[in-house]
C-alpha cells in the first residue's frame, strides 16, 4: 500500500510574473490552502521572495512545502509590464509543457491552456483584446492600445508564440471561476462560459472585531482623520488615479480640507511619472508612501475615514474590500465588480463632478458616515481568508474528483486509490 505522501494530489499552481496586486494575493492564498495537501510545484517567470511576499499578503506560505519551478523570459524583459501579451503568450506554453503528470493544474491569474483542463481563477478581462476594446472608452485608451498596423502585429506575434489553432475558452473542459458575480455575468454573456461559480478574492480583515485584526497598541485609540482618504492599489493606467486626484480637487475647491494617501509601488514607468508629477505639486495634502506590508497599510488604514477607488472595470478590487474591512467608507465606480462590495448606490458615482458631490454629501453628515462604518466591516466578512481558503477547497477538491473518477473507477479492488485519500483529506472546517 502506498503511504500517505505518494497519495497526495500533485498539483501545478502558476502564475505568469509576482508583482503587487490582488492577483498575487490569490497565488498566495492558494498555495497556502493547498499546502500539506497536496504536492504543490509553483510556477512563475519571476524571482521569488517568500518572506517579502508572506508580509504583504498576511500568508504563512513555507517554501519547504513548494516546489518552485522558475520558467524563462522573453529576451531583454525586466518586469510584468513589459510586453505584456507577448510574455502571457510565451509563458502559456510553457505550461503546457510543463502540465503533463499533475492530477490538477490551476492559473492563478486569469486562463491558462494547459493542453488539458484546468482550474482558471478570473483576475480581470486583460487577456482578451475584444474585451478590452467592450471595456475601455477608446477615448481613454493609451496611445499603444489603439488600432493601428504595429497593434496588430504585436497580437499576431502573441497569438504565434501562444500557439495558433488553440480551442476558446469554452470549448477545453476547464472550470473557469469568476471574482464576482459582473464577471461571471460577461464570461456568460462574451464567453459562453456557463455557471461559473463565484470565488471571492481572499481580503486580510483587519476592522474592529476582526479575528486577523492585531492587537491594538497600548494608550489612547488613533483618532480616524475626518477628512483623510485612501487610495489604494498598483500605480497603473486602468486604476485611474489621475481621476482620484481631479475628484478630490473639486472637493477641496468646494472648501473641505481633504486630504489623500496613495498607497502603491511607482514603479518607474511613464504612468507612475504622470501620478508622481500630479502629486508633487500637491504634497500639501498628498502623501505617497508607497506600497506597504499587510500590518503597515493596517496601521495607515486605522486612522484613515475614507477610501476612494477609480477603475472602471475592475473585476473586483481586494484594495476596496480591504479599506471597507480597515473602517474606511469607500466610494467606487458604479460600474465594475467593486460596487457588490459596498451595495449602497450613495457610495458609487459616475465621473469625477458625481464623484465629488458624494463625497461632500458624507462629509457633510458624520452620523451616515459612521452607521455606513459599521455596516460595510461587518458585510466584508464574506470576503476573508478564511472564507476564500473554505470555498477554494470546495472547488479544489469537486474539480479533482471529477478529473480522477473515471481512473479510481477502474481502479484494482481494494487499493488505496487518489480519490480514496482526497475524499480523507477534506477539511471539515479550514
Same mark, same amino acid.
Given at each position: 500500500?502506498?503511504?500517505?505522501?505518494? %497519495?497526495?494530489?500533485?498539483?501545478?499552481?502558476?502564475?505568469?510574473?509576482?508583482?503587487?496586486?490582488?492577483?498575487?494575493?490569490?497565488?498566495?492564498?492558494?498555495?497556502?490552502?493547498?499546502?500539506?495537501?497536496?504536492?504543490?510545484?509553483?510556477? %512563475?517567470?519571476?524571482?521569488?521572495?517568500?518572506?517579502?511576499?508572506?508580509?504583504?499578503?498576511? %500568508?504563512?506560505?513555507?517554501?519547504?512545502?513548494?516546489?518552485?519551478?522558475?520558467?524563462?523570459?522573453?529576451?531583454?524583459?525586466?518586469?510584468?509590464?513589459?510586453?505584456?501579451?507577448?510574455?502571457?503568450?510565451?509563458?502559456?506554453?510553457?505550461?503546457?509543457?510543463?502540465?503533463?503528470?499533475?492530477?490538477?493544474?490551476?492559473?492563478?491569474?486569469?486562463?491558462?491552456?494547459?493542453?488539458?483542463?484546468?482550474?482558471?481563477?478570473?483576475?480581470?478581462?486583460?487577456?482578451?483584446?475584444?474585451?478590452?476594446?467592450?471595456?475601455?472608452?477608446?477615448?481613454?485608451?493609451?496611445?499603444?492600445?489603439?488600432?493601428?498596423?504595429?497593434?496588430? +502585429?504585436?497580437?499576431?506575434?502573441?497569438?504565434? +508564440?501562444?500557439?495558433?489553432?488553440?480551442?476558446?475558452?469554452?470549448?477545453?473542459?476547464?472550470?473557469?471561476?469568476?471574482?464576482?458575480?459582473?464577471?461571471?455575468?460577461?464570461?456568460?454573456?462574451?464567453?459562453?462560459?456557463?455557471?461559473?461559480?463565484?470565488?471571492?478574492?481572499?481580503?486580510?480583515?483587519?476592522?474592529?472585531?476582526?479575528?486577523?485584526?492585531?492587537?491594538?497598541?497600548?494608550?489612547?485609540?488613533?483618532?480616524?482623520?475626518?477628512?483623510?482618504? $485612501?487610495?489604494?492599489?498598483?500605480?497603473?493606467?486602468?486604476?485611474?488615479?489621475?481621476?482620484?486626484?481631479?475628484?478630490?480637487?473639486?472637493?477641496?475647491?468646494?472648501?473641505?480640507?481633504?486630504?489623500?494617501?496613495?498607497?502603491?509601488?511607482?514603479?518607474?514607468?511613464?504612468?507612475?511619472?504622470?501620478?508622481?508629477?500630479?502629486?508633487?505639486?500637491?504634497?500639501?495634502?498628498?502623501?505617497?508612501?508607497?506600497?506597504?506590508?499587510?500590518?503597515?497599510?493596517?496601521?495607515?488604514?486605522?486612522?484613515?475615514?475614507?477610501?476612494?477607488?477609480?477603475?472602471?472595470?475592475?473585476?473586483?478590487?481586494?484594495?476596496?474590500?480591504?479599506?471597507? $474591512?480597515?473602517?474606511?467608507?469607500?466610494?467606487?465606480?458604479?460600474?465594475?465588480?467593486?460596487?457588490?462590495?459596498?451595495?449602497?448606490?450613495?457610495?458609487?458615482?459616475?465621473?469625477?463632478?458625481?464623484?465629488?458631490?458624494?463625497?461632500?454629501? +458624507?462629509?457633510?453628515?458624520?452620523?451616515?458616515?459612521?452607521?455606513?462604518?459599521?455596516?460595510?466591516?461587518?458585510?466584508?466578512?464574506?470576503?476573508?481568508?478564511?472564507?476564500?481558503?473554505?470555498?477554494?477547497?470546495?472547488?479544489?477538491?469537486?474539480? +479533482?474528483?471529477?478529473?480522477?473518477?473515471?481512473?479510481?473507477?477502474?481502479?484494482?479492488?481494494?487499493?488505496?486509490?487518489?480519490?480514496?485519500?482526497?475524499?480523507?483529506?477534506?477539511?471539515?472546517?479550514?
Amino acid at each position: 500500500m502506498p503511504d500517505h505522501a505518494t %497519495t497526495l494530489p500533485k498539483v501545478l499552481v502558476v502564475h505568469p510574473w509576482m508583482g503587487r496586486g490582488g492577483s498575487e494575493a490569490v497565488a498566495m492564498w492558494a498555495l497556502q490552502a493547498l499546502q500539506g495537501r497536496a504536492e504543490v510545484t509553483f510556477m %512563475t517567470a519571476s524571482a521569488m521572495n517568500w518572506d517579502a511576499l508572506n508580509a504583504a499578503y498576511g %500568508t504563512s506560505v513555507d517554501p519547504r512545502r513548494i516546489r518552485l519551478l522558475r520558467t524563462t523570459k522573453l529576451p531583454g524583459v525586466r518586469s510584468g509590464a513589459q510586453f505584456v501579451h507577448w510574455q502571457r503568450a510565451y509563458f502559456e506554453r510553457q505550461c503546457r509543457r510543463a502540465s503533463r503528470g499533475f492530477d490538477v493544474c490551476v492559473s492563478a491569474y486569469n486562463p491558462i491552456d494547459f493542453g488539458r483542463p484546468g482550474i482558471q481563477l478570473l483576475g480581470d478581462f486583460s487577456f482578451s483584446e475584444s474585451m478590452r476594446r467592450r471595456l475601455y472608452d477608446a477615448n481613454d485608451e493609451p496611445f499603444y492600445h489603439r488600432q493601428s498596423l504595429i497593434r496588430r +502585429l504585436y497580437l499576431a506575434t502573441g497569438e504565434c +508564440l501562444r500557439g495558433l489553432g488553440r480551442p476558446a475558452l469554452a470549448e477545453r473542459g476547464d472550470l473557469a471561476v469568476a471574482n464576482s458575480e459582473w464577471s461571471a455575468n460577461l464570461l456568460a454573456k462574451y464567453f459562453g462560459v456557463l455557471d461559473a461559480p463565484v470565488l471571492y478574492p481572499p481580503v486580510t480583515l483587519s476592522g474592529p472585531g476582526k479575528t486577523d485584526a492585531p492587537a491594538p497598541a497600548a494608550g489612547a485609540p488613533v483618532e480616524r482623520g475626518p477628512f483623510a482618504f $485612501a487610495c489604494l492599489g498598483r500605480i497603473a493606467p486602468e486604476k485611474e488615479i489621475e481621476t482620484v486626484i481631479a475628484i478630490l480637487d473639486r472637493v477641496r475647491n468646494a472648501g473641505y480640507p481633504v486630504t489623500l494617501d496613495v498607497i502603491g509601488q511607482f514603479d518607474g514607468g511613464a504612468y507612475s511619472d504622470q501620478i508622481r508629477r500630479l502629486t508633487e505639486a500637491r504634497k500639501d495634502w498628498i502623501r505617497t508612501p508607497g506600497f506597504l506590508n499587510s500590518e503597515e497599510k493596517k496601521s495607515l488604514l486605522r486612522s484613515t475615514s475614507f477610501g476612494l477607488h477609480a477603475c472602471r472595470i475592475e473585476a473586483f478590487g481586494i484594495a476596496v474590500a480591504e479599506m471597507a $474591512a480597515a473602517g474606511c467608507v469607500p466610494l467606487v465606480p458604479g460600474t465594475g465588480g467593486a460596487g457588490e462590495i459596498v451595495r449602497r448606490r450613495e457610495l458609487q458615482f459616475r465621473g469625477v463632478g458625481e464623484g465629488a458631490e458624494k463625497i461632500v454629501a +458624507l462629509l457633510e453628515n458624520p452620523r451616515r458616515v459612521r452607521e455606513l462604518r459599521r455596516e460595510l466591516t461587518q458585510s466584508t466578512d464574506r470576503f476573508g481568508t478564511e472564507v476564500f481558503c473554505r470555498e477554494f477547497h470546495r472547488i479544489f477538491y469537486s474539480f +479533482l474528483a471529477g478529473r480522477t473518477a473515471a481512473r479510481e473507477t477502474a481502479a484494482a479492488p481494494g487499493e488505496r486509490t487518489l480519490a480514496r485519500h482526497v475524499e480523507e483529506a477534506k477539511p471539515a472546517t479550514v
